[in-house]
């Protein structure tokens, strides 16, 4: 049985968290406030859940992260990656910025796929990650071609630690290279670890691998400490275009340190 939160419950410890049914569960109840958010993450803690559910909070083992300096690139993508460099050093149609259209990237990361309904972001959950943007801790890597939003990414950044959230795309690979400009931008910043949360292939196939709760723990102490990245301007050049970089990608198993 897990607990049920009120507004002003605190989070139990994630050493509790249900092994079997539903691995990674720790609680029910309480709010979506920039608060209560904040205060999950600072201690390895996210909320998911589907409409018609309660909020329910996770804090799963092994936890899914992706080092940043074993980001792949595969060479098709590398290869976008070049004519979108070449665009914005020349003021073209394609456009990387951070920050300029937050929620519009929310919504967009909640519409209905190609192949499902809609995600699980809620109107509540935009208005707690909006409150978040506005207090500095949450961000967006966006695309855009000709001027419209074509991709993007989300997520929350404490200290030196981001947890990312999700991802959208309008145009092929536009959520790919969103998330290649923040991962060079993070390296850059000394950000090693982006949290994924739960393993899938797709998360996989970028250079993701699982780590344990307590290792994920343990990281996350340290960089939540680190000063706030002040500063969110997309890097330019960018780096992982360059052969020393790309030879880092890694692989789907690469091994993550948290040395």
Do not use: N
């Not at 993701?208 to 939540?224: D, G, M």
């Amino acid at each position: 049985m897990i607990p049920w939160l009120e507004t002003s419950t605190p989070f139990p410890d994630v050493s509790s968290a249900l092994t079997v049914d539903a691995p990674g569960l720790l609680a029910a109840g309480a709010d979506l406030s920039p608060q209560r958010l904040l205060a999950a993450y600072q201690r390895g803690i996210f909320p998911w859940f589907s409409e018609g559910q309660p909020i329910l909070w996770w804090s799963t083992d092994p936890r899914m992260v992706l080092d940043t300096s074993s980001f792949h690139v595969s060479d098709s993508l590398r290869k976008t990656l070049r004519k979108v460099e070449r665009s914005r050093q020349e003021g073209g149609r394609w456009q990387l910025r951070f920050d300029s259209a937050f929620e519009a990237v929310m919504r967009a990361c909640a519409a209905p796929r190609k192949d499902g309904p809609g995600t699980w972001i809620s109107k509540d959950i935009i208005a707690g990650y909006t409150g978040l943007h506005e207090m500095g801790y949450a961000h967006s890597a966006e695309l855009w071609v000709d001027g419209v939003l074509a991709g993007g990414a989300y997520g929350v950044c404490i200290g030196r630690m981001f947890y990312g959230e999700s991802m959208f795309a309008r145009v092929s690979d536009g959520s790919k290279i969103a998330l290649a400009y923040l991962v060079a931008f993070l390296r850059a910043h000394g950000v090693q670890l982006i949290d994924c949360q739960q393993e899938t292939s797709h998360l996989a196939s970028l250079g993701a691998s699982p780590i344990s709760r307590a290792r994920f723990l343990e990281h996350v102490r340290r960089a939540i400490a680190a000063p706030a990245i002040v500063d969110w301007t997309p890097i330019s050049p960018l780096p992982l275009l360059s052969p020393a970089r790309a030879a880092q990608g890694g692989s789907a198993a690469a091994k993550v340190s948290l040395e």
